[in-house]
Structure formats: C-alpha cells, structure tokens
C-alpha cells in the first residue's frame, strides 16, 4: 500500500504493507536511524516520535494511521525552540551514557514542554515513566528538562 | 615530570607490525588506517601516528582510536583526557574512534581485546598517557629542528609547539609530516600529578551531541548496500533443539528471501526487520525440549536451598568455624536468593555479515570482547585472522551481555550468513526484546545460606556457602578463574572479605544446568555482597550493634574500605531522625578494586517499596573525569535497584517466564530516587568505577525497609513481598 505523509516537514511518499509499524518505516525505508528499536511493545519509549505534534510510540504505531500526517522525529526535533532547548539541555546536562533511549527521552521531553512550561516532579514523572533507560540516567533527565523549561522561560534558549 | 615509561619501536618497526598483525581496517575509518598501512610501505606521505591510539594529519585532525568500547561508561571521553593531557591539547579538538579488532588494543589487565571488568580506565591510564607523550616529544622534536634551536627552548600548549620566549608557534597539523620522519622515543617523560590541566577536571563527554541528535551509528543502525535483515527463531527450550520446521507460510511473504536451518534454530532472512518479523512468527516449528524441559524456578530453588545446608567446597578457611559456631553464646543464620538476571541493554543485539570472496568477511557489530570473536570468526571460517575484518559500533548497553566468551551473536550472525550465502548481500541478523529477555546468558541464579556465631556482641564465627551455577566453566577462561575447583566468580565478594572475623569459612555448591550463564554487570559481588551485607545488618541486630559501628569495628585496618563508609554516614546523616515509616540501611564492599558505600532511605507505601534517597560514596584512585563518576554510580545504582525491586528471569515447565519491559520490569522515572555521589580524594591505587557500585545497592535498600518495617528481605527481587 501506498503511504504519505511528512517526516520533519519534507514529503514521503512510502509502498509498505498497512501493518508495517511507522517505525520501521523511519528506518528501514526512510533510513531515519535517529528513532531507535528497543521493545517494539510500547513498552520501553525509545521510538518515540511526534505525530501531528503529539508523542506516539513508532514501533506500535501502524504505518497506515500516520498517513497524511505531519510526523517529526528525533532529526527535526531542533526545527523549534523547544526541541533546541531540549536537546541543549541534554547536552548540557551530560545526560548521555550509551545512549540509545536518549532521542525517544528528548522526544517525550519536548512533547511535555510544548503542554507544561514549568515541569514539576510530578509531571516528570508522569510524562516521563513510559521511557526506560537502562543506564539509569533519569535523576540527569529529570535535571536537563528543568533547565530546558528554564531556558525556554528566560528566552535564552538558541 | 618524573615518571619514565618505555617505548620498544620505531615507528616504522611499528606500522610492519599494525599491518602483520591483522589489524583490520573499519568501513567508517577505513582511510586513516590504509594510510597507516600504506605508510609503511612508503606508498603514501606519512600522517603522524606513532602508535595505535592516535593519529595526526597534516590538516590538523587529531584522532583518537579508542581501545575500549564505548558502552555509556564515557570511556572514550576517559581515554581522550589521558591521551590529550600529556599531548598537550583539549579533548573537545580531537576525534574519538571505536578501535578495530586488533592486538594493540588488548585489555591491558587481560590481553585480550575486551571491555570488562571495570579494568578500562586504571588499565589504560599510563598507556594512553605514554601514547600521548610521545606524540607530544615527536612534535617537540620536529619543532626544535625546523627551527635550529633546542628542544628544551620549545613547549607543547593548546595544539601547538611554541618556541619560548616568542610568539613563533607551529601547529600540530604544521608539524605532523616531520614528526612522522623521528624516531618514537623508548623513554618519554609523563606530567606530575600536580600539573595536571585535564584529568580530575569535569569534560563534557565526546559522545554526547551525536548520540542525542540520533547521529550517532551504533550496531543495529549499521548499513550496506543490498543489505538484508534475518532473525533467528531459536529453541525456546535450553539444550533443546529443532524437531520440525514447516516454513511454507513464512517463505509466501512476500520480500522473504530465504528461510535457512542455522544450529541455533531457523533463520528467516528479508527485505527489512518488519519482514522477517512477521515471517518468523508464521513458522509452524517443533521443538525437542530435551534437558532444559524441566527447568522450573521453584523447583531450582528447592534443591539450591537443600544443597546449601550441606557442606561445599572450601574456597577460604580461617580458624575453626564449626567449633566456633558450636562455642557461640548466640548462633544466627539465614538464606539469602538472587534469581537470574538478563543484561536487557536498550539496544538489543544485532551483527552484519558480509562475506568476501577470499573466502573471509565483514563484520560490523557491537561487541565488548572482539578479542574473542575475530578469532572464533576466523576459525569458523577458516581463513587467517587478517581475513576477518571488524568494525564495532557504539553499544546501546552491555553489562556483560555483549562480552561473550563463545561469541554466541557474532558466530550466529555468521552462520546466517554462510547459510544464505547464495544470496550474495550483506546479512544484519538482528534480535528482537523478547529474543534478548530469553535468549539466556544470565547472571546465574544463587542460594546463599550464612551462619553466625555472636559472643558479647562481637561476630566470633562467620560460614558462607554459595550454591549455583559457574560461569567461567567450560569457558578458555577457565584456568585462569577456575582454582582448586572453585569459580573465583561465584564466591568474590565473600571469599575475599577482610573483616576482622576470627573464624570464617566460605563454602561454594557449584550447581551444572543447561542455562546459559554469563557476567552481568558486577558478577558474583551482585550475589555475595547483598548475602555478606543483608547479612551483618541481620548480626548487628542480633548483637544489639548499630549496623555502621559494628561495620566500623569489623573493617579496622582497612582505611579504604573505611573512608567510604564514612564518608556515606556523614553525607547522609547516619543517625539523624527521620520522617514516620522511612529507615535507613547501609552498605560497604570492594570489587574490581574501588570501594563503594551505599546509604539508602527507604519506606513501604501501599505494599510497594519506596526508595527516597540514596547516597554513595566512591574511592577509585585518582579520578579522571569526576562527572562520568558521577554518572556511572547513579546508573549502577539505577541498574541494581531494577533487580532489587522488580527484574528477574524465572522458568516454568522449562520455558522462561519473562518476555519484555511489561514482565521484566526495570526502574522507571518515577521510582527513580534522588542519587548523590561523593567521591572520595584518594592518593591510593587506581581501582574500577562502572561496577564497583552496583554490589550494595541490594543490601542497603533491604536494611532500609527493615529499618522502617521490621520486615526482612531475603529474596530478591523484593516484588510483592511487601503487600
């Protein structure tokens, strides 16, 4: 079946069985490694990616819902200001250890502060608990979020 | 400068060297090292590269190959600053690469290519200084002589030699064509520890931009052209295998290629991961469950517990501790249970073959232990290692999974490759959740029963026995861990203890199953120190003791082991009150040579465990990036507290329980804790970090909901046992 929609505002047209999940579309059709593979439940949050502005886990996300939609992705998270200043925060903040659910992270990141301008514990962790990081990296997550809401508060972000 | 350290070649002698020995070139680094190669033989200007860590060409790129793979420990970063201080350039201006396989890049403590063991940084340390200082003299030298002065009237600063006492300067990159004509130094002075610009100060980790951007590549986002992806459907069953195979379902799907018997099970090979998914589910197969049929947890702890009231074999012997225990006014005992534990690091495994048609291959991979899988590829295949070449990625996590001693995912990867040969394309054999969660290789799953004697308050007698499984046996590891019949692994932690216990005996059951056991992150101190420190909070109630004083008493004479148990207390405030229902529990063990405490405050809420605070104090030698320290013992902490409160791998009727993140479940945001770090300033020898804190998480966060409950935990994970 025929697919189209935009990834990070450029038009993809896709021919993929209906079932296929939008995240092997991303990558293994559109070569868009950026969202990662770690559960394909919906279990673990590393695909995250933008559908229409809100945050859906790509490995359960079948291909045919995201067609004619506008899908962002960890590659055109810095397109806007809160994606800059969530991944400034993260760099900052030296979140990284391997690595791997970091761009799912900064995915569920931005969806939170596009709704929530001053983050609490709370809704941290409420937007937050569907991510895993198994390096355990979440006391820094939580740290570089309140600085991305800081930063974009003050103005100071990029 | 002081320290002296010994270079043994010429430059020249050094690259024949590189390229006899089969050190291979990397599809994303490939030209540095054909120039390197090709150097050698004269057929190219020479770029600077004096040994195997490092790389200067003449546009001014610096190049770091790393020798230890990055896993989320900023092992690239450490090695970086080692380099860059004696080279005299910041870490931010040079490039980190994954070494090739290769033996230059053997562990320094093991002499085989692998990252483990918490051994990279203090390994590495005066090696990377050493390559660095010679970089650093060569350029001196070659400054010195295109200017006709002295050596000692240049200085190294900032990427560039300066000539003192002017603004003449030449940069490296200027300088990178002469230094490769010198000759590399035997001898190169190393920076006193006093001059220091870079090591112990805070580098933002050279990984960082490209991993949150989603640039970075690591094994399962590798590419090539005509590339195909297989997975495995393997028996389910351990020691089991194949009866029966109908794939005619699978093989009507269409952009399945091939659907091919690998002795691990049935690979389907496709177009793309969702392809061969779907395929592999439409396989109608059969398995033969064989031995691993009746495996059942239960059952399993049943005839661990039995075997731990029998005597083991003795792995330490001090004093008499049966007629001690027989003297003791107060005699205690209990059983402690760990279950097995999948590594389950985000990324889950995968491995690209491309067979060559010299009959060797391209593998592309994220392994921590290349120096066992180039030579099982090239013995699979055959060929000489210089055949076999390796390109290892960034790893989505390791924890010991992704160093396997029998190369069980590289040598797959090539049997469904050699298997679907007639295919002619790059095969990316991947593994999916559930693949992982019960593919084996666990942490063992161990008994543990303790007995005490106590007299006027002070511990006189002290019997550990450790039932379960060897990991190292049957492994080329061992004769080196392997002694007198006891796993070193199963008992370190315990048999290694060096409180000041009169009469003390441990014990080891070693148990044989047809589970796949491997290190996981900490090893047998994930075992033995929750047992050992569940185990002194349990003596220290019965001797009426406060749990740090009696381990203050116990560990006198040990200032390290005592530093950071201080150091815990104090920052947490050992003693001081705390709010209705919370407790507090405490820890302190060594392994891989750092010493880590653990206090941990703790509460029970609805049933469920609550972790409110934990802090951690470190002593690892001198540090070489307190911010990755920092790092890797909040994620030590994270990584024990999931097998603490909730992960674990269980069987019934020979199957593995768990599947994915719904039944294997591991910390989540919301259960994180607030984690501080203190890091010990320490004079004392280099130690580990990466797993040094993972040990006395288990134990700490036990004693904490005893503290607050009353309530003993003796069975990990914790789970519903407070409900």
Redesign the interface.
């Known amino acids: 079946m025929n697919y189209q929609f935009t990834v990070n505002g450029q038009s993809r047209d896709v021919d ?2 209906p079932d ?2 939008l995240l ?1 579309v991303l ?3 559109l ?11 919906a ?2 949050g ?1 695909c995250t990616v933008h559908v229409e502005g809100e945050a859906v886990r790509a490995c359960s996300y079948p291909v045919h819902l995201a067609d004619g939609k506008a899908v962002q ?3 055109g ?2 397109s806007n200001a809160v994606g800059r200043a969530v ?1 400034d925060a ?2 900052d903040e ?10 799912g992270q ?1 995915m569920s990141a931005a969806a939170l502060l596009k709704e929530v301008q001053d983050p609490d514990d709370e809704a ?3 937007a ?15 740290k570089a979020i309140k600085t991305a809401a800081k930063s974009l508060r003050g103005g100071t972000g990029r | 400068m002081s320290t002296k350290t010994t270079a043994q070649h010429t430059r020249r002698q050094f690259l024949k060297g590189i390229a006899a020995s089969g050190m291979v070139l990397g599809l994303s680094f490939g030209s540095p090292l054909r120039a390197l190669a090709l150097a050698a033989d004269g057929e190219l200007p020479a770029e600077f590269q004096p040994n195997a860590f490092l790389r200067i060409g003449s546009d001014g790129v610096v190049t770091i190959y790393a020798k230890h793979d990055e ?4 092992i690239h970063t450490g090695l970086a600053i080692a380099i860059c201080e004696e080279l005299e350039i910041d870490v931010d201006q040079v490039t980190v690469l994954s070494a090739p396989a290769g033996v230059a890049y053997a562990n320094s403590a093991y002499r085989v290519q692998v990252t483990g063991g918490s051994t990279s940084t203090w390994s590495s340390f005066d090696q990377m200084r050493s390559a660095g200082a010679v970089a650093r003299e060569m350029l001196i030298a070659a400054a010195a002589k295109r200017w006709g002065v002295d050596r000692a009237a240049c200085v190294a600063k900032n990427g560039t030699v300066q000539r003192v006492g002017s603004a003449t300067r030449l940069t490296y990159g200027e300088l990178a064509a002469d230094a490769a004509k010198g000759v590399v130094p035997t001898e190169v002075p190393l920076k006193d520890r006093g001059d220091f610009t870079r090591i112990g100060k805070p580098t ?2 050279v ?3 490209d ?8 094994s ?2 590798q ?1 090539a052209p005509g590339m195909l ?1 297989a997975m495995v459907a393997r028996c389910p069953y351990f020691g089991g295998k194949l009866h029966s195979c109908d794939d005619s379902a699978a093989l009507r799907i ?1 952009g399945v290629k091939k659907i091919v018997r690998v002795p691990s099970g049935v690979a389907v090979i496709a177009v ?3 392809t061969a ?1 779907k395929a592999r589910e439409a396989l109608q197969i059969k398995w033969k469950a064989g031995r691993g049929g009746a495996l059942d947890s239960e059952r399993l702890r049943e005839h661990y517990v039995a075997k731990s009231k029998t005597k083991g074999m003795v792995a330490r012997a001090d004093g008499d501790v049966d007629a001690a225990l027989a003297a003791a006014e107060k005699r205690i005992e209990a059983t402690y249970e760990v279950p097995f534990q999948a590594h ?5 495994l995968s491995c690209m073959v491309t067979l060559q048609d010299d009959g060797g291959a391209h593998i592309v991979t994220g392994s921590q232990m290349l120096g066992a899988d180039h030579p099982a590829a090239a013995a699979r295949l055959g060929v000489p290692m210089d055949k076999v070449k390796f390109t290892n990625s ?6 010991g999974r992704r160093a396997n001693h029998q190369s069980d995912f590289v040598l797959e990867a090539l049997e469904v490759a050699l298997a679907a040969k007639s295919l002619q394309a790059p095969i990316k054999t991947v593994w ?3 693949d992982d969660l019960r593919g084996g290789w666990y942490r063992p799953m161990y008994v543990n029963a303790i007995t005490a004697g106590i007299d006027d308050g002070k511990i006189v007698a002290w019997r550990h026995r450790v039932v379960g499984q060897s990991i190292a046996k049957g492994t080329p590891f061992e004769p080196l861990i392997i002694q007198n019949g006891i796993d070193g692994l199963s008992v370190e932690g315990a048999a290694d203890m060096p409180h000041g216990i009169p009469n003390l005996q441990v014990e080891l059951h070693t148990v044989s199953l047809p589970v796949s056991v491997l290190w996981w992150r900490s090893v047998g101190h994930s075992n033995t120190a929750f047992a050992k420190e569940s185990f002194l909070d349990e003596c220290a109630a019965a001797a009426g003791r406060d749990p740090y004083q009696l381990r203050r008493e116990l560990l006198a004479g040990h200032p390290r082991w005592l530093r950071v148990l201080d150091l815990a207390a104090k920052k947490a405030g050992w003693g001081s009150p705390l709010a209705d229902g919370v407790g507090r529990g405490i820890s302190v063990h060594e392994s891989f040579k750092g010493f880590a405490a653990h206090v941990i405050e703790a509460s029970v809420e609805n049933g469920q465990p609550r972790i409110h605070r934990i802090v951690c104090a470190i002593d690892c030698g001198l540090v070489v990036n307190p ?1 990755q320290v920092e ?1 890797q013992l ?6 024990a ?2 097998a603490t409160l909730g992960s674990e791998i269980t069987f019934t009727d020979g199957l593995v329980d768990q599947s ?3 039944d294997f479940q ?5 259960e ?1 804790p ?2 501080e770090v203190h890091i010990v300033e320490s004079n004392d020898a280099m130690g580990g970090i990466g797993e040094v804190g993972v040990p006395g998480i288990a134990s700490a966060t036990c004693s904490a909901i005893h503290a607050a409950t009353g309530k003993r935990i003796r069975k990990l994970p914790i789970g519903d046992q407070l409900a």
């Open positions: 993929v069985h296929t999940p092997w990558r293994d059709h070569e868009l490694d950026g969202t990662k593979y770690g559960c394909g439940r279990l673990c590393a992705t960890i590659e998270l810095e991944v993260w760099i030296e979140v990284v250890q391997c690595g791997w659910c970091q761009p900064c941290i962790d409420a937050m608990s569907g991510n895993l990081c198994r390096c355990g990296t979440y006391p820094r997550i939580r | 896993m989320g420990q900023g933002p980790r990984d960082s931009p991993k949150v951007r989603g640039i970075a590549k690591f399962l986002d590419r992806t269409s793309d991961y969702w998914y389950a690091p985000m990324e889950p960034y790893l989505g996590g390791g924890f999916a959740r559930e911010d790092s909040q994620s030590a902490a994270v990584f507290l999931s994915n993140f719904h591991i910390v989540r945001m919301h994180c607030e984690i």
